[in-house]
């Protein structure tokens, strides 16, 4: 897959969706996306945080996965309710932009990993 816009995204998802039968209903979604948040904590957990693997777990190299199921169910879940995530998404850093221009200005616990 190439890189793609966010709206490229959603409109593949939701061919692709289509092609499988059509939507789970949002509460359903919203339950999948809830599971698939939860398999991310465990392996962040597992990696980062303070548990051990147990045997047959997936490793660290499953996390980029377990982060493309989350986008995959959000996505499925924007296009059932109608959401344009790039509008979303301009809006949000907008607000967040204006509200937090200071916010962290002198915080000395930031400093970790970025993009
Ligand atoms: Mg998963």
Redesign the pocket.
């Known amino acids: 897959m190439s890189d793609m816009t966010l709206r490229a995204w959603q409109d593949e998802v939701d061919d692709w969706i289509g092609r499988m039968g059509g939507y789970f209903s949002p509460l359903s979604q919203l339950a999948q996306l809830t ?2 948040v939860g ?2 904590a465990r392996l962040i957990n597992r990696v980062h945080g303070d548990q051990s693997f147990k045997k047959g777990e997936k490793d660290e190299a499953a996390i980029p ?2 982060m493309a ?2 986008l995959f169910t959000l996505t499925c879940l924007a296009n059932s309710l109608k959401v344009d995530l790039t509008d979303a998404a301009k809006a949000n850093m907008a607000k967040k932009t204006q509200r937090d221009a200071a916010r962290h200005a002198g915080n000395s616990k930031l400093g970790g990993a970025s993009a």
């Open positions: 599971e698939e398999e991310l996965d377990e199921d989350i």
